[in-house]
Every structure is written in C-alpha cells, then in structure tokens.
T-cell receptor
Framework: AQKVTQAQTEISVVEKEDVTLDCVYE???????LFWYKQPPSGELVFLIR??????QNEISGRYSWNFQKSTSSFNFTITASQVVDSAVYFC??????????FGDGTTLTVKP | KAGVTQTPRYLIKTRGQQVTLSCSPI?????VSWYQQTPGQGLQFLFE???????NKGNFPGRFSGRQFSNSRSEMNVSTLELGDSALYLC???????????FGPGTRLTVL
C-alpha cells in the first residue's frame, strides 16, 4: 500500500515570510515518482515539480525549493519570501512503478499582506 | 497549446441516473487519468488510460468506468448514481504515465 501524508492542514503566514510544506510518503517500491501540485483558489491544479526515487538532489526554482530525503521518506517544499499569490492548496503526490497515483490531503497556504 | 478541456463543467443528476463526462487531453498526450475530488476524501485516483487501454485503476466500485478513443479523448461513466458521488471530477493528461500531469478545470457533479 502507498500513502502520502501532509500533516499541515492549514498554514498562515505574513508576506515575505519563508514557509515549508511537509510531505511524508510510504511505499514498498524502490522505483517511484514524487510530485508537487498547486491549486489556486477556484483554479486548476498546476504541476510544480517531479522527482524520481533515484534522484535525491535538492532543487531550487526561483523562490521555490524542494528537499528530498529518502532516509526519512520526505519531500518537503519551501517557499522563500512568500507572496500573496502563493496562497493556494498544495498537494504532494506519489506514483509508484505500478502507476497508481496517491495524493496527500493537501495543505492550504494563506499568505497575508 | 490548448490545455485539457472537460465537458460539461457542471452537471446535476438524481440518484439512480447515469452520467458521462468527457475529457480532451493536450495534443500529443497519450495518458489520461481521472480523479475524484471531495472535501472529505481529497483527491482520489479513479483510473488511467493510455493508448486506449486502461493501465491503472483505483479503488472505486464497478459503477465507475471509462474509455479512451484513438484520438486520446477520454470519457468517464458513472452508473446508478449515489449521493456520495457528488464531487469534482478532474481529468489530467500527460505524455506518459510517469510524466507531469496537466489538469483540466473539472466537472462539478451534484447528485440530488
């Protein structure tokens, strides 16, 4: 069985604060893919990043960065200097070699001006 | 490049009826996946089609079915609707199973 846990249901920060969204996954497969998606208010899910299980390099894209640690089965997402436009629901997802997708329950991020 | 389109955007049905939802993927994408999104259960994977074949299936009853056509367009069917089927149904397309998915706006189904 596979599982994705996003323990933080809601996070509220003030603009320009840094914020980290946690994602912990469970799978017995050795080959798998991890994803982060963003769902803005009344908007469509938007892809942010994909990582495969063999690539533990951290990644930075502008104000976004991702920390993948297989030892703790975590794939955390950090937004630096948050902005109001970052307000959204963020989903972490796991896809194993079998191809089935499992999404976390999502973390609602509110960035206040 | 046109995004993923879903029709209709909104549907109201009554219990016992059946419904068909449609999804047109991004051109060149052969994989189409369907998800059910509800406040209580979150995003649940229904199934994935690739080149007209069902590749993967989630844990939903047989009332939920789908198909994919040769042009990669996909339809999802729900028979004998129940109140609990009220949800946002999302379609996502990708080039292949493990590539990033592009989501459509969803079809909001309300079962009365």
């Amino acid at each position: 069985a596979q599982k994705v846990t996003q323990a933080q249901t809601e996070i509220s920060v003030v603009e320009k604060e840094d914020v980290t969204l946690d994602c912990v996954y469970e799978t017995r497969d050795t080959t798998y893919y991890l994803f982060w998606y963003k769902q803005p208010p009344s908007g469509e899910l938007v892809f942010l990043i994909r990582r495969n299980s063999f690539d533990e390099q951290n990644e930075i894209s502008g104000r976004y960065s991702w920390n993948f640690q297989k030892s703790t089965s975590s794939f955390n997402f950090t937004i630096t200097a948050s902005q109001v436009v970052d307000s959204a629901v963020y989903f972490c997802a796991l896809k194993t070699n079998a191809g089935k997708s499992t999404f976390g329950d999502g973390t609602t991020l509110t960035v206040k001006p | 490049k046109a995004g993923v389109t879903q029709t209709p955007r909104y549907l109201i049905k009554t219990r016992g009826q059946q419904v068909t939802l449609s999804c047109s993927p991004i051109s060149g994408h052969r994989s189409v996946s369907w998800y059910q999104q509800t406040p209580g259960q979150g995003l649940q994977f229904l199934f994935e089609y690739f080149s007209e074949t069902q590749r993967n299936k989630g844990n939903f009853p047989g009332r939920f079915s789908g198909r994919q056509f040769s042009n990669s367009r996909s339809e999802m069917n729900v028979s004998t609707l129940e109140l609990g089927d009220s949800a946002l149904y999302l379609c996502a397309s990708s080039r292949d199973t493990f590539d990033e998915q592009f989501f459509g706006p969803g079809t909001r189904l309300t079962v009365l």
